[in-house]
Structures are given as C-alpha cells and as structure tokens.
C-alpha cells in the first residue's frame, strides 16, 4: 500500500465544512437525547422519539450513533476532554495531587446542584448506564494518568503519578456517594469533592 490516503474528491474547504456539519448534527442529537432522557427517562426515550425531535430521519441518526448508549458515551467523552484540557495547562511546579484536585473541583463547580441531581438519577435510572459509569471511572483514571505524565514528564515519577491517578478518582467517588446520600438542603457537588481532597491529604 501506498499510504496515500484515497481521495474524498472535496476540496479542503469543503471537506471541512462538511466535517463541522456532522460535529454540529452530532451535537444537536446528544443534546435533544440528554433533554428526552432526563424527561422520559434512559429506557423510556426510543431511538425513533430522539430522531424526530432532533429533526432526521432514523437512518441519519445511525450515521452518527449506533445505540443511545453511544450518546452516553460522547456526553462522557466531552465532559473528559474538557477536565483533560484544564490538566494539561497545569504548572509542573504544582503538585501533582492538588492540580488533580484543583481541575476537578472547578471542572464540578460548574454544574449546578439540579443539573448535578438530574444526571445522576439518570445515570443510576438502568443497570446498563450503571454499568457504562463504572467503566467510566476506570478510563478517567487512566486518563489523568496518561496527562500526569504529560506534565510531569521525569520517568522515575511515573508509579507515584499512577498512584495519584487512582486516589483522586477514588476522592471523586466518594465525594459523590457522600454528595448523593447527603440529608436536608443539598450542598454543592465541589464543597464535597474538595473536603475529600482535604482528607486525603491529612491522611496521607
């Protein structure tokens, strides 16, 4: 083979153009899926309802999505790519758990505490979303350990930067869990996530 990949016959600017229109359909699809499944429900929303809200035909929605547990995992993956973003601009000064942990408390912060509560009902709604957030937390982690490396880039680190890449997830969890099980007017999701950090730190 030649390595030459095979022409689109678009020019560039078309292509790219056409590139932007599937992001934005994608988009626009995730975004009428997140809004039916906090209303219908995960189980209860069909493939064909998030088709005619979003304005395709089902066969264009297979062009984008094979199942609705593909949209979950775009949500996922934009929501990473934004924590992932803010990480890798960290100063190689800090320490490596409190950029962790100053990344995700702000990441958290921006979700209000109904939106926060809305999406969590949703994730813990079916045994499948169960399922896909669980698998969730393992990629985060290594995720954050792939961008830890990025940042503190000293080899010899590597089992340490492994082992913050664990327990901040596991701060994460926690925090979550507490957040969740949480009595009497709700705190914000951060307050909660930042205290584990705090304890940790005491702890260790």
């Known amino acids: 083979m030649s390595g030459i990949p095979p022409s689109t016959g678009l ?13 934005d ?12 499944f906090l209303v219908q429900g ?4 069909t493939l064909d309802a998030i088709a005619a809200e ?3 035909s089902r066969r264009a929605f297979f062009s984008h999505f094979k199942s609705k547990d593909e949209i ?8 990473s790519a934004r924590m992932v973003e803010d990480l890798r601009k960290a100063s190689p000064d800090q320490a490596p758990l409190d950029a962790v942990r100053d990344v995700m408390v702000k990441h958290i912060a921006r979700y209000t505490t109904e939106q926060m509560t809305a ?28 961008v830890l490396c990025e ?12 082992m913050v890449a664990m327990v901040a997830i596991g701060a994460m969890r926690l925090a979550l869990q507490s957040w969740r099980e949480q009595a ?21």
């Open 11 to 23: 020019a560039p600017a078309e292509e790219g153009l056409r590139e932007r229109k599937r992001r």
């Open 25 to 36: 359909t994608r988009q626009r699809i995730a975004g009428v899926a997140q809004r039916l």
């Open 42 to 45: 995960y189980e209860g929303t």
């Open 54 to 56: 979003a304005g395709i």
């Open 72 to 79: 979950i995992v775009f949500w996922q993956a934009a929501d």
């Open 119 to 146: 999406v969590d009902q949703l994730m813990r709604s079916s045994a499948a979303l169960l399922a896909r957030k669980q698998a969730f937390y393992a990629q985060q982690e290594e995720v954050v350990f792939e």
């Open 151 to 162: 940042v503190w880039r000293q080899p010899e680190r590597r089992p340490a930067l492994r």
């Open 184 to 204: 009497g007017p709700r705190k914000p999701a951060a307050k909660f996530l930042r205290e584990a950090f705090d304890s940790l730190k005491t702890e260790l």
